[in-house]
């Protein structure tokens, strides 16, 4: 389609509203995968650590394009990247929903990682430019879209299963549903003008982790790890530890998004109100708690309840660090975005398939279990908010 008809068919919005429609897409288009993923797993045949296996491939992907991406995306421009990657990223997990076996995983969502790195470096660049240029905070309910985005496709998937559709079906219909939203919600989209007052210097073709970012990533990797492990494993937790039906075990993806969403769309005033350190700190008991239910629940209902807690724990963490990592001088922000990014974004994908393990071994309880003693490094880190931002 040529330019000009999609901007002619495409809704024209304020930028900020752009930025959460891309955050939004960009969860909708792989959110729908984790629901059915129980049922995928029984059609192939695998165990959980086979399964994790096979779930590497999007965090191999992933890092490779948040290493290497950035000179890519400043010569391809923030527009053309992500209408170009939205729509392959549901393409690329309906095709891993036919795989036969790990391998066949692995090689599908290899390339499904790729577009999520780049896509990751240009919503959070958006976020922070926008940010920045419009002088209030948004980075905490662009993360909230994000969230709204992964629970409505969850919530599709749970209710597709509920009907007996089949997940290679359900994940097919959402490619061409997720390539419309894109070209109604952002054909006229133009990116933000770079940050004034940043680092004028070019980007290096690694982005490598400083010191300040590696504190920053310690601070949210608690956030990430659970809430990875609560999108790969809540749906087959359900099913393996009350022997709940498809429909439970997606609802529990989907409250954990949905309590997430709800708790990054009102943190920015929490934030500006009680400093990012406070929140922080309160968000991680929360975490911890949550954990532990999940860890020891007696009840789908308390298991539940447990999803919820780790949702609003998970919630601000990452943008906070984000909108950190953002608002540093000492590179260009695309590098400390991605550099943060790449290890706090990968440990999101690769943790969860490696907890697969020990579910494999000493029962998926643990998955959750084994995330409390990152809580309680999380919490030694926050104090690395104190500090101011540029250097």
């Known amino acids: 389609m040529r330019p000009a008809l999609v ?35 029984r059609s192939m045949g695998v165990s959980e650590g086979q399964l994790g296996l096979g779930l590497v491939g999007t965090a191999c992907g992933t890092l490779f394009s948040l290493t290497f991406a950035s000179r890519w995306i400043e010569r391809m421009g923030h527009r053309r990247t992500l209408l170009a990657l939205l729509p392959l990223v549901p393409a690329f997990y309906a095709l891993a929903a ?70 290679q079906t359900h994940l097919l219909l959402v490619t061409p549903l997720t390539l419309a939203l894109v070209l ?17 210097a070019s980007a290096p073709a690694l ?35 009350f022997a709940a039906q498809p429909f439970l075990g997606g ?13 990054r769309y009102f943190a920015d005033p929490f934030v500006e109100r009680h400093s990012a350190l406070v929140v922080a700190r309160v968000l991680l008991v929360l975490l911890g708690v949550g954990a532990l239910l999940v860890s020891f629940a007696p009840s789908p209902a308390i298991a539940l309840l447990g999803f919820g807690l780790i949702g609003v724990g998970a919630s601000a963490l990452f943008p906070l660090a984000m909108s950190a990592a953002a608002q540093r001088t000492d ?22 398939p490696l907890l697969g393990f020990a579910a494999e071994h000493w029962g998926i309880r643990w998955s959750f279990g084994l995330g409390l003693p990152i809580v309680l490094l999380s919490l030694a880190a926050t104090r690395v908010l104190r500090a101011p931002v540029a250097r």
């Open 7 to 41: 901007r002619l068919a495409a809704l024209r919005m304020p930028a900020h509203r752009a930025v959460f429609a891309s955050f939004f897409l960009y969860a909708f288009g792989l959110g729908g995968f984790f629901p059915r993923l129980g049922e995928l797993q």
């Open 98 to 167: 036919h795989s036969s076996g790990p391998l066949a995983l692995f090689l599908c969502l290899l390339p499904a990682g790729l577009c999520i790195g780049a896509i990751e470096i240009v919503v959070n660049l958006e976020a922070d430019r926008v940010e920045h240029r419009d002088g209030r905070r948004i980075m905490n309910r662009a993360h909230a879209f994000w969230s709204f985005g992964f629970f409505g496709a969850g919530l599709l998937g749970a209710l597709a299963a509920r009907a007996g559709m089949a997940p």
């Open 184 to 200: 109604l919600l952002l054909g006229r989209f133009e990116a933000a003008p770079h940050r004034s007052g940043g680092s004028a």
């Open 207 to 241: 982005a490598r982790p400083t010191v300040a970012i590696l504190l920053l990533v310690a601070v949210s990797l608690s956030a990430l790890v659970l809430e990875g492990a609560g999108f790969d494993w809540s749906a087959i937790y359900m099913r393996d530890v």
């Open 251 to 263: 609802l529990a993806v989907t409250l954990g998004a949905l309590t997430q969403a709800l708790a």
């Open 331 to 352: 590179r260009p922000a695309a590098v400390n975005v991605a550099a943060l990014a790449q290890i706090s974004f990968v440990s999101f994908l690769l943790a969860p």
